[in-house]
């Protein structure tokens, strides 16, 4: 068994029962739910990002005068 984590919602899953699975810059995600591989798909890089500790976000920072 190989225990993956669900880039969508953090959830540990079995990859050979997972719902679903991407590919995605040559890494492969896996779903516990058809939900979450559709919003991973549909914006990839809101979740990739955000597995390496590093963090970026990017905040606006507008001067108002």
Avoid: L, N, R, W
């Avoid at 699975?21 to 890089?45: H, I, L, M, V």
């Avoid at 597995?51 to 970026?56: A, L, S």
């Amino acid at each position: 068994m190989t225990t993956v984590h669900d880039p969508v919602c953090g959830m540990e899953i079995d990859s050979a029962t997972a719902a679903g699975k991407s590919e995605y810059k040559g890494q492969t995600y896996y779903f516990c739910a058809p939900g979450c591989k559709k919003a991973f798909d549909a914006d990839p890089e809101k979740y990739v990002g955000k597995t390496g500790g590093e963090h970026h976000e990017h905040h606006e920072h507008h001067s108002h005068h």
